[in-house]
């Protein structure tokens, strides 16, 4: 039975793993579990604690260091979650797989940097299916598909009216009468699943070690503040710190992959320099750090009369975040640059939010710039740790691609009856839930920091396997193709 416990409370001396893993979050646990599949005693340090059933993220999220941004205070937000199971436990259980256009995406877009994937999604696809199985996608291998909620239903009629193709979205839920499935309890965005419906690494058994032949530790309490490098340029030890006894302790490492997230996880690599690595790890180049691509997206909401065929809108929401999208705008001759993204359902949080009103989301990958960036601030924390900074802008091709989506969610909400549309402004410059591209990979140390299989270019025992190696963050929600990819990485861990 995997062990889960509070770093104070544990009286390890912390040399029997052959893995430590940094974060616990949906790229970790999975990692941690493939190693363990094949025999290995894994340790996973986790900064945030365990969240209950039903907590909400903002609460939460408050609770934790915010990121300095371009424009000077520390209003950023350099978390998807900080919590045992990282984001995966507040997240909408949205579970698209990439298309090959996402890893080959120069075809499309150009930017100062390598944007095309040094792997193809032939070579993601057997991970994506062991996921899906998993997590029990919905309408993935013979599970069945997520029913359209009303608004969905209303959303997809108005879509064919408009020969806009609607379809079903495969989610880490299980669906309403079925086994354990959804009791629609909530609006189902922001919060801890009360009845374990929707998939996390703790409600599916993705870091339960109890039948596979090795063993996985989860230690959380605990902040990974340096990877320590022997002179020969091996890591052989994490110094972490432990808020709740005020103390820095050292844990010996046989190997240490990072997946904090592809904010935590740059600024870790910045945080460790030595004699060996004096820029920080893998920063030879200058490159971590760089490439910092959130999702562009946005939301419009459409207000609704009652007398209308928007009168379905009337009555509250209750269920899952989203059920119906259209990627008919996804590659499309239209869109700038030709390249878009999603246009999915998007339903407030709380149920009643949603009287009077339909609610669509777009989203698209951005293109990844150097100047979009993750430093490490002169300015340090309560607890001695520099701040992040996150320098970010986005180009005017995004902003192009951006409002074509817009439009064409307005055009949507119209035909439904919308007597008024309302666009909610984007901050993507103060963080985001979806976090790519600051460790890119590739054969070359001069334009990436780690391999194809995640190992830092010139460190033997120094991996990160998180979304920080996507070279362009890809136009879906991102969480299956993380997990996805580094299940495969961790798959070439000798
Ligand atoms: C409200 C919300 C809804 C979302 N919905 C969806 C969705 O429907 N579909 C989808 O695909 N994605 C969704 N996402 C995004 C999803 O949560 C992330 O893609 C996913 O969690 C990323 O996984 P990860 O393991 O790479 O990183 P994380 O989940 O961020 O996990 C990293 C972990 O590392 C820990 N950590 C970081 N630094 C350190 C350190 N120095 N020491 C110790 N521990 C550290 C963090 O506390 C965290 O627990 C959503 C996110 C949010 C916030």
Redesign the pocket.
């Known amino acids: 039975m995997t062990d889960i416990r509070h770093i104070a409370a544990d009286s390890c001396n912390y040399t029997n793993f052959d893995a430590v893993i940094?974060?616990?979050?949906?790229?970790?646990s999975i990692v941690a579990r493939t190693l363990a599949e094949r025999g290995c005693h894994v340790a996973v340090?986790?900064?945030?604690g365990l969240v209950s059933p039903g907590a909400m993220?903002e609460p939460h999220q408050a609770a934790y260091s915010k990121a300095l941004t371009s424009n000077g205070p520390a209003d950023g937000n350099p978390?998807?979650?900080?919590?045992v199971g990282?984001?995966?436990p507040?997240?909408?259980?949205?579970?698209f797989r990439y298309r090959q256009a996402d890893l080959s995406v120069s075809q499309y877009l150009a930017t100062d940097m390598e944007i095309n994937w040094p792997i193809t999604l032939q070579d993601l696809e057997p991970y994506y299916s062991e996921i899906e199985h998993l997590l029990e996608v919905s309408g993935a291998n013979g599970f069945l598909s997520y029913p359209a909620s009303p608004r969905g239903l209303m959303l997809s009629n108005a879509m064919q009216e408009l020969s806009i193709r609607s379809k079903s979205i495969p989610l880490a839920i299980r669906p309403p009468r079925t086994n354990k499935g959804c009791t629609n309890c909530s609006a189902c965005?922001?919060l801890v699943c009360p009845t374990d419906a929707r998939a996390s690494v703790l409600a599916r058994n993705i870091l339960d070690d109890s039948p596979l032949p090795g063993t996985i530790s989860v230690l959380y309490g605990?902040?990974?503040n340096r990877i320590e490098m022997r002179d020969d340029g091996r890591a052989e030890a994490l110094e972490c710190y432990v808020p709740l006894s005020s103390e820095l302790i050292r844990i010996p490492v046989e190997r240490v992959i990072v997946?904090?997230?592809a904010i935590?996880s740059a600024a870790?690599m910045l945080r460790s320099k030595s004699g060996h690595a004096p820029k920080g790890i893998g920063n030879e180049s200058g490159l971590v750090g760089r490439g910092l691509s959130f999702k562009i997206k946005g939301y419009s909401v459409g207000y609704m009369e009652p007398a209308d065929r928007g009168s379905g809108a009337f009555a509250p929401h209750w269920g899952p975040h989203a059920t119906v999208y259209t990627d008919d705008f996804y590659e499309h001759n239209d869109v700038p640059c030709r390249f878009g993204g999603l246009i999915y359902e998007a339903n407030f949080p709380s149920p009643d939010k949603n009287v009077g009103l339909v609610r669509l989301h777009y989203t698209a990958g951005e293109e990844p710039w150097s100047h979009n960036r993750v430093v490490l601030d002169e300015a340090v924390d309560q607890y001695g740790i520099p701040y992040i900074r996150f320098e970010y802008r986005n180009s005017e091709n995004d902003r192009a691609r951006i409002n074509f989506l817009a439009d064409r969610a307005d055009d949507i909400l119209r035909h439904l009856g919308a007597f008024r549309i309302e666009r909610e402004p984007s901050s993507h410059g103060k963080g985001s839930?979806?976090l790519h591209g600051t460790m890119r990979a590739g054969c070359d140390p001069r334009t990436s920091v780690v391999d194809s299989c995640g190992r830092v270019h010139g460190f033997t025992n120094i991996h990160v396997m998180?979304?920080s190696v996507m070279n362009f963050a890809g136009s879906s929600?991102?969480?299956?193709t993380?997990m996805a990819n580094a299940r495969r990485m961790a798959m070439s861990v000798k």
């Open positions: 940094v974060g616990s979050g949906p790229s970790g340090l986790e900064y945030g993220l978390w998807t979650a900080c919590c990282g984001g995966m507040f997240y909408n259980g949205i579970t965005d922001d605990c902040f990974v997946c904090a997230n935590q870790l839930g979806h998180d979304g929600n991102p969480t299956h993380f």
